[in-house]
Structures are given as C-alpha cells and as structure tokens.
Nanobody, 121 residues
Framework: QVQLVESGGGLVQAGGSLRLSCTAS????????MGWYRQTPGKQRELVAT???????NYADSVKGRFTISRDNAKNTVYLQMNALKPEDTAVYYC???????????????WGQGTQVTVSS
C-alpha cells in the first residue's frame, strides 16, 4: 500500500516562511514527477509546482520567485519551501506523486491527505 504523508503546514504571518515535506512509502518501483497542489473551499485544486526525477521544475505564475520545490530521490521525498507568504496562499496543500508500483505496469497518480497552510494578514 503506497502512502504519501505530508508535514510542515501551519499558521504563519504574511511575509513569513514555511517548508512542506512529503514522503512516499510502500512498495514502489519508480517515481516520476512529484508535485504540490492546493485547494481552497469552493475552488478547484490548482497546481503549485512540480519537479521531475531529473530536477526539472514547473511553477504556477502566482508563486514564481517565492516558492521552491525540491526532491530527494533516495528518500522518495519532495519539499516545498514557501517564502514571502501572502494571505492568498492560504489553502490545503496536497502532495502528488506519479509512480510505478512494479516494472512494466502503468503509471499511477497518488495523493497525500493534505496539510493546511494559513497565512494571516
């Protein structure tokens, strides 16, 4: 059973920083892209940032220059360093991993349970 477990959310004042972590555990053959998404009540989940196995990154325009995604392939872990946080960054943040459970099986998307980030003004 594959699990993605997130940590690092919380309450911070505007201008502050938080670092989110997410570790994938279980029987995993390989992990392709990992990423972070966020969702607020009444809105669709939106992409925040993704990172490939080789370290290629992609960011939403709203977080470019403030957030940095990174990963440790040996630990099956992805991080999101969030700086200069704004009240509009308040959301539940979800970790995502695109992975393969066994050789020659299809690639599947797995999601974490979400972690709340609240930025006060």
């Amino acid at each position: 059973q594959v699990q993605l477990v997130e940590s690092g959310g919380g309450l911070v004042q505007a201008g502050g920083s938080l670092r989110l972590s997410c570790t994938a555990s279980g029987v995993i053959f390989s992990i392709n892209t990992m990423g972070w998404y966020r969702q607020t009540p009444g809105k669709q989940r939106e992409l925040v940032a993704t990172i490939s196995t080789g370290g290629n990154t992609n960011y939403a325009d709203s977080v470019k220059g403030r957030f940095t995604i990174s990963r440790d392939n040996a630990k099956n872990t992805v991080y999101l360093q969030m700086n200069a946080l704004k009240p509009e960054d308040t959301a539940v943040y979800y970790c995502q991993a695109n992975l393969r459970l066994m050789l020659n099986t299809r690639v599947l998307d797995y999601w974490g349970q979400g972690t709340q980030v609240t930025v006060s003004s």
